[in-house]
């Protein structure tokens, strides 16, 4: 089955660390998102990626990295700069559709990170 | 920039009441809309979508209609139902392709 997939569900990490959450998908998808989503809150965008060995910022990407080496994969880092790293973070992939059509995104099942 | 406004939550209904959560827009161009919908601890399921002015997206009971002229893209149910509660999302992609996402409203719906 097609789908996208992150990894793992939850992950702790003590401060200062640097950790990586994995977002793979089999959907042949040009087009990777990463998302962050605090309690309550909506989703805001972190780095998106439209084609291989290309990535933008988004709207909080300070303190994140992204690379995007295969069509596949789309690992995002949540580095010792990112200073209130406690969220839930969703992985999301799309294609672009006919014309002026924007196909929608299908997301993964998100990751769970804790500071300790 | 882009930006959706939703209206703000959270909503609670009793079983087979009527549903609507609002949903405007801004963009330039002619983006496509979505609603999302979120079950706890999980990622996001689209739930239905419209591509142009006045299509009218449906799935499982719900239903909304790409409005151009006011700029609306409204969420509503005839009856919902327990299992209906969620927190939705009201979404829009651009010419970039990005998905801009309103700020989500939960429902909670008591039996």
């Known amino acids: 089955d097609g789908g996208i997939t992150q990894s793992p569900k939850y992950l702790f990490r003590k401060e200062g660390q640097n950790v990586t959450l994995s977002c793979e998908q089999n959907l042949n998808h040009d087009a990777m998102y990463w998302y962050r989503q605090d309690p309550g809150q909506g989703l805001r965008l972190i780095y998106y990626?439209?084609?291989?060995?290309?990535?933008q910022k988004g709207d909080i990407a300070e303190g994140y990295s992204v690379s995007r080496e295969k069509k596949e994969s789309f690992p995002l880092t949540v580095t010792s700069a990112q200073k209130n790293p406690t969220a839930f973070y969703l992985c999301?992939?799309?294609?672009?559709?006919?014309?002026?059509?924007?196909?929608?995104?299908?997301f993964g099942q998100g990751t769970r990170l804790t500071v300790v | 920039g882009n930006s959706v406004t939703q209206m703000e939550g959270p909503v609670t209904l009793s079983e087979e009441a009527f549903l609507t959560i609002n949903c405007t827009y801004t963009?330039?161009?002619?983006?496509?809309l979505f609603w999302y919908v979120q079950y706890p601890g999980e990622g996001l399921q689209l739930l239905l979508k419209?591509?142009?002015?006045?299509d009218k997206g449906s799935n499982k009971g719900f239903e909304a209609t790409y409005r151009k002229e006011t700029t609306s893209f409204h969420l509503e149910k005839g009856s919902v139902q327990v299992s209906d509660s969620a927190v939705y999302f009201c979404?829009?992609?651009?010419?970039?392709?990005?998905?801009?996402f309103g700020s989500g409203t939960q429902l909670t719906v008591l039996p």
């Open positions: 419209a591509t142009k002015a006045d």
């Open positions: 999301a992939s799309s294609t672009p559709g006919r014309g002026r059509e924007n196909t929608e995104a299908f």
């Open positions: 979404a829009l992609t651009g010419s970039a392709r990005q998905l801009t």
């Open positions: 990626s439209q084609i291989v060995n290309d990535f």
């Open positions: 963009a330039t161009g002619y983006p496509s």
